[in-house]
């Protein structure tokens, strides 16, 4: 069974589109912030609110989708990226920043925020067969890393057009936003087109049975789930991409259009490591492919700050890159490949909020090491040594739990 062209078009659309806004913000959120005159402590509080907020949207959005509808979550989703989105561009007021970081869906990260992404997946998982989720989980996230790239290329060298055509920085940044609130138009729009085969199927559950955050029969595996991926999240809130982009500008000097230069490579690179992910989770496994992909990606990480130069420090991330992201697909399609089907959009949203609140609680002290010459590494070396307690565990716990495909092949 397939879902209809029309929908599989328009999910890769709203997908591309998203990413492409998340790329330009998370190469200029940062800056933006600095050049309002916020402090580190202050860029980095606002950063965790702006986490928290995406996270606790995304958890009441995705839980009630199955049941409310997957279209009306994700038409409410984009609403609140076109309000994030132009509160941001318009206001330099710490405290409307705050609630528009907060209640709005803006992304520090330069990946995927709100109820999007869990929805999208269930809606994907929904209409494929398990032979194919793992691929076409893929190409959803290359099409994402290709898009996100872009933006982060259109981000920088756009802030950089707009300020040699003589306007100043802060207004360079401005419109940026002002691009990512219009994205969220077309969001609203392309959600509202999809058809009903992307809804949930009928779901019966049992007589005084109670549903938790929208699940019943896979509470017990996806609470274990989501423990594991807040630890690798907590991790990566270290190294936002806004951080990142952030720590190279400090360090080495680079402008913008350097800083764009390089995340549109990170992100093409991870586009690749997402396909190259198929073939080798469909020889060793799905949960296998997750954890011996992601450990040398974690050592390079570490490497980084370590770096004396420039060209040395992006090596160590364009190599991080090429490993990091293969178990991206892989864990989308094992949470959705071992959750009943009418429970994915909640199994999906529980999950990835998990990641997004424990992923907001590292850039309040990432940022505050980064105000502090001597501290300035401490960033890289927490989330490589929290990813890898991460990948042991998740071997440990799940290696033994298959999906439909390799039980059906074992």
């Known amino acids: 069974m397939t ?32 050049q309002r005159g916020l402090s580190d402590a202050r860029i980095g509080l606002l950063l965790t609110f702006t986490l928290l907020g995406d996270a ?94 872009l933006g982060a290329l259109v981000g920088g060298t756009g802030a950089a057009a707009l300020q040699w055509a003589g306007g100043s920085l802060l207004a360079s940044y401005q419109v940026l936003f002002g691009a990512y609130a219009a994205v969220g138009g077309v969001l609203l729009w392309l959600s509202s087109r999809l058809s009903a085969a992307v809804e949930a199927p ?61 995340f549109f490579a990170t992100n093409v690179l991870s586009g690749l490591s997402a396909l190259a992910a198929v073939p080798l989770a469909r020889r060793i496994g799905l949960v296998n492919t997750m954890v011996w992909t992601h450990l040398p990606s974690n050592l390079l990480l570490m490497a980084v700050p370590l770096m004396p130069t420039f060209p040395l420090a992006v090596v160590m991330l364009l190599l991080r890159h090429l490993l990091s992201q293969m178990d991206v697909p892989t864990r989308q399609s094992y949470v959705n490949a071992i ?49 890898i307690i991460y990948d042991l565990n998740l071997w440990r716990m799940f290696r033994t739990v298959k999906p439909p495909e390799e039980r059906a092949a074992g």
């Not at 589109?17 to 600095?34: E, K, N, P, S």
């Not at 630890?231 to 350097?258: M, N, P, R």
């Not at 959009?345 to 940022?367: C, E, K, M």
């Open 56 to 149: 606790a949207l995304s958890l009441w959005l995705s839980t009630h989708a199955d049941r409310w509808g997957r279209r009306k979550a994700m038409m409410a989703g984009a609403a609140l990226m076109i309000a994030g989105g132009a509160a941001m561009a318009v206001t330099g007021n710490f405290g409307w920043l705050l609630v528009a970081a907060t209640i709005g869906v803006i992304s520090p990260t330069g990946n995927e925020v709100g109820p999007f992404l869990a929805v999208e997946q269930a809606c994907l998982a929904q209409v494929i067969a398990d032979r194919h989720r793992t691929r076409v989980f893929a190409w959803y996230n290359v099409a994402g890393y290709a898009a996100t790239a």
């Open 202 to 262: 009928p779901h019966v559950v049992p007589a005084g049975a109670r549903l938790f955050l929208g699940l019943h029969e896979s509470r017990g595996l996806v609470a274990r789930l989501s423990a594991l991926f807040a630890l690798d999240a907590f991790g990566g809130g270290f190294i936002l991409q806004s951080v990142v982009a952030y720590w190279l500008h400090q360090k080495f000097q680079v402008d913008e259009a350097t800083l764009g230069a390089v």
């Open 3 to 34: 879902v209809s062209t029309h929908d599989l078009r328009t999910l890769f659309a709203a997908r591309m589109l998203r990413m492409f806004a998340y790329g330009i913000i998370g190469v200029v959120l940062v800056l933006y912030l600095a």
């Open 339 to 387: 959750v009943p089907p009418a429970e994915r959009s909640a199994a999906n949203g529980v999950t990835g909020t998990a990641r997004q609140f424990a992923a907001a609680l590292a850039p309040t002290i990432a940022g505050t090491a980064l105000g502090v010459a001597a501290l300035t590494g401490v960033p890289f070396f927490a989330a490589g040594g929290l990813k």
